[in-house]
């Protein structure tokens, strides 16, 4: 049975950091490809950034480039996402997903979900 687990959320000042995990399990994890996808209230769910299963091709949102950074241990079948310089806007719940053909923007290329991690950006 294929598990992704997020944790690492939590509530933050704008500028702040966080850094959330997403740990796998029963999956032959280096095989997939792995991102971030988040969905604010009242918002479609939408992408942050993929990393491919070697970790040598990473796409970011434009929204998020240079201040969030994604990695992978292939050894601990775990994906990070390292989010510095925080904004309001980054508030939403972030879901890690997995795709074993597809290096992709679209969620509906993930046949592995997250249960997600509730990301608040507030004073």
């Known amino acids: 049975q294929v598990q992704l687990v997020e944790s690492g959320g939590g509530l933050v000042q704008p500028g702040g950091s966080l850094r959330l995990t997403c740990a796998a399990s029963?999956?032959?994890?280096?095989?997939?490809?792995m991102a971030w996808f988040r969905q604010a209230p009242g918002k479609e769910r939408e992408f942050v950034v993929v990393?491919?299963?070697?970790?040598?091709?990473?796409n970011y949102d434009a929204s998020v480039k240079g201040r969030f950074t994604i990695s992978r241990d292939n050894a601990k079948n775990t994906v990070y996402l390292q989010m510095n310089n925080l904004k309001a806007e980054d508030t939403a719940v972030y879901y890690c997903?997995?795709?074993?053909?597809?290096?992709?923007?679209?969620?509906?290329?993930?046949?592995?979900w997250g249960q997600g991690t509730q990301v608040t950006v507030s004073s």
């Open positions: 029963g999956v032959s994890f280096s095989m997939y490809h």
């Open positions: 990393i491919s299963a070697t970790g040598d091709y990473i």
């Open positions: 997903a997995a795709s074993r053909g597809y290096v992709s923007i679209y969620d509906y290329l993930y046949q592995y």
